[in-house]
């Protein structure tokens, strides 16, 4: 029951490989952010006034 569990070791091409899909990642969810700025300027100060 003392043993530590064994951690995994990842090979350099599995490490390259998960770097690109978190900079995939950040690079989507900035694209988003960013269209979500963008469409709110174009919406301009009507995105405020709705009717509740």
Do not use: C, H, W
Request: glycine share 4%; aromatic share 4%.
């Amino acid at each position: 029951m003392d043993e530590k569990p064994k951690r995994i070791i990842l090979s350099e091409e599995q490490k390259r490989s998960r770097r690109a899909r978190s900079i995939a990642i950040a690079l989507a969810l900035g694209a988003l952010a960013v269209l979500f700025y963008v469409v709110t300027l174009v919406k301009g100060p009507a995105v405020l006034n709705r009717p509740l």
